[in-house]
């Protein structure tokens, strides 16, 4: 298994985020960092402080040299897929090839509304997103990108210059719709995100998805699998390694370990610690 981190950009300051990304990119136990795509803060006091996310993510790719780095998730409907593919083309080169490109068919209906930006209903969402994936997959490994969809309609469209991960980078998924968004995870994605569980909910969807990707041709192993771990603000790694563990046991490959706040570098070294006393952590990692 390998093991990540996340740093959720709201109630917290820049310097804050930025002093645990440049301490956990010389810790090599941590393959990758990522952030969230919001406005408003999340599952808290949607009145705060929150920085966008693409924004600060390309500032912490630049301020590190190792980690991957990725959004997760981008929501489709907050820009058109062909300004993501550029986003992600020029963040792709900026980061040496070290971009992750999370995307997600969005649900937040609190900024979604107070900005205009229209979500629909949640068809029209998961239509929308599986047009969005064929677009962002042309314009990021094609010359040129013809596609006339419901919601997109493109024309001889040009992405240039392309990051150095063709065919593209990993496009990593998040969400457990069974109908629509493991299906389309098993169509378009390199990496499949569980928002986060129990161990039978992430072995049910794991399965799920793998019947997707046998309805295709498909072998799921082309997949990665990874899920939120969330370390409380009791610091209590032991419990994160037990969490990590179980979903090990049913397939996990990478444990994203969603960060407590405020944000303190001085959680890394000893979470590190016990990752590499554990006989979980991928041996290429170690």
């Not at 719709?177 to 569980?197: S, V």
Request: charged share 25%; aromatic share 10%; glycine share 10%.
């Amino acid at each position: 298994m390998k093991f990540a981190f996340k740093t959720s950009p709201q109630n917290t300051t820049w310097s804050d985020m930025l002093a645990v990304w440049q301490v956990a990119d010389g810790i090599d136990v941590y393959e990758s960092g990522w952030t969230f795509d919001h406005f408003y803060p999340i599952f808290s006091d949607s009145t705060g402080p929150c920085l966008e996310g693409w924004v600060t993510l390309t500032a912490l790719a630049q301020a590190t040299t190792r980690l991957r780095v990725g959004v997760l998730v981008t929501g489709i409907h907050y820009r058109h897929p062909a300004v993501l593919a550029n986003m992600a083309s020029a963040l792709d080169i900026i980061s040496e090839g070290r971009l992750e490109l999370g995307i997600g068919a969005g649900w937040n209906e609190e900024e979604s509304g107070a900005y205009g930006i229209e979500l629909g209903s949640l068809r029209e969402r998961f239509d929308r997103f599986e047009e969005a994936c064929q677009v962002l997959r042309g314009l990021l490994s094609q010359e040129t990108t013809t596609f006339h969809g419901t919601y997109y309609r493109l024309e001889g469209a040009r992405n240039e210059p392309k990051g150095p991960q063709q065919p593209h980078p990993p496009i990593c998924i998040g969400g457990g719709g069974e109908k629509r968004t493991l299906r389309i995870t098993a169509q378009y994605a390199d990496h499949w995100n569980f928002t986060g569980g129990t161990p039978e909910v992430f072995a049910h969807k794991r399965d799920v998805l793998a019947r997707h990707c046998a309805d295709i041709g498909r072998d799921p192993k082309e997949i990665l699998l990874s899920s939120h771990v969330r370390l409380g603000q009791d610091r209590d790694y032991a419990k994160v390694i037990d969490e990590a563990a179980a979903l090990g046991a049913e397939g996990l490959d990478l444990a994203i370990i969603y960060l407590p706040q405020p944000y303190d570098p001085a959680v890394l070294e000893p979470l590190a610690e016990k990752i590499r006393d554990s006989d979980l952590l991928d041996s290429k990692a170690a």
